[in-house]
């Protein structure tokens, strides 16, 4: 087991259907202990039968968006476990309504809104968990293709992702030295709570089906053991990077 007595935090399981869950569930399979953050009481109702059902060690709560949360997540996290290996990031938001339309159209608010929740959280959390991660620990992240390309109604979230996969290499150049990798996955489109926001997401699928190298979408079971690979040994000379996960569609051109 590729995991086998390391300590893995988990920031962004909303249900079943997420990417994190299926990150989650990999991770126990590979004989780690997990932790469940939560972003509020609606979310703790879903989080905690999870966490029960993974056999995970304790839920928390920590909203990204506010500074003070992360830190007493950090706290909370450094009485129960004392040190933690692994982080996985799959946290990300825009309003609705800047998820159609004309990207310019994006309202300033809206635009502070995706970058603060989808880009800066991730530096939030490394920030207050550094003390915390042991040397050789690892971290990762969920971005998405529309980052490098214009993917219809993505807008203010494509920007978001740039940001994102920016804060990794960034972020990798900061905590090598402590020999603490952090990498981003770019999967390939999936059916999750998230991207039921985004309009037009059937065509995407549809899309993707028909123009990848493989002819097929991504699972979340593919994502989940690409972040094993990622914060396994298996990976231990690969940090800063983003790997795609999408059956091969980001190569194709015309």
């Not at 007493?72 to 946290?91: C, F, L, P, Q, T």
């Not at 690409?226 to 983003?242: C, Q, R």
Request: proline fraction near 1%; include cysteine.
């Amino acid at each position: 087991m590729l995991l086998e007595g390391k300590k893995v935090l988990i920031f962004g399981v909303a249900n079943q259907k997420s990417i994190a869950y299926a990150v989650a569930k990999e991770c126990k399979k590979h004989g780690a202990q997990i932790a469940l953050s939560y972003v509020n009481d609606a979310i703790k109702k879903r989080v905690e039968p999870i966490c029960e059902e993974l056999d995970g060690d304790f839920t928390f709560k920590a909203d990204l968006s506010d500074d003070a949360e992360v830190k007493k997540a950090a706290d909370e996290v450094r009485e129960k476990w004392g040190s933690v290996d692994v982080i996985i990031h799959s946290v990300a938001f825009a309003d609705r309504e800047d998820l159609k339309g004309r990207f310019v159209e994006t309202s300033r608010d809206g635009f502070k809104l995706a970058l603060d929740i989808s880009a800066y959280s991730l530096v939030a959390v490394c920030r207050e968990f550094e003390d915390l991660m042991s040397e050789g620990g690892a971290v990762v992240t969920m971005t998405y293709h529309g980052s490098q390309k214009v993917i219809t109604n993505y807008n203010v979230m494509g920007v978001a992702k740039a940001a994102l996969e920016a804060s990794v290499r960034y972020l990798a150049a900061d905590l090598g030295k402590k020999g603490i990798r952090v990498n981003a996955i770019s999967a390939g489109p999936l059916k999750t709570l998230a991207s039921s926001g985004i309009h037009g997401f059937k065509h995407i699928l549809s899309h993707i089906e028909e123009n990848a190298p493989l002819g097929r979408n991504v699972t979340q079971e593919d994502v989940g053991r690409t972040a094993i690979y990622l914060t396994s040994e298996l990976g231990s000379g690969t940090t800063g990077e983003v790997v795609y996960v999408d059956a091969g569609y980001n190569i194709m051109g015309i």
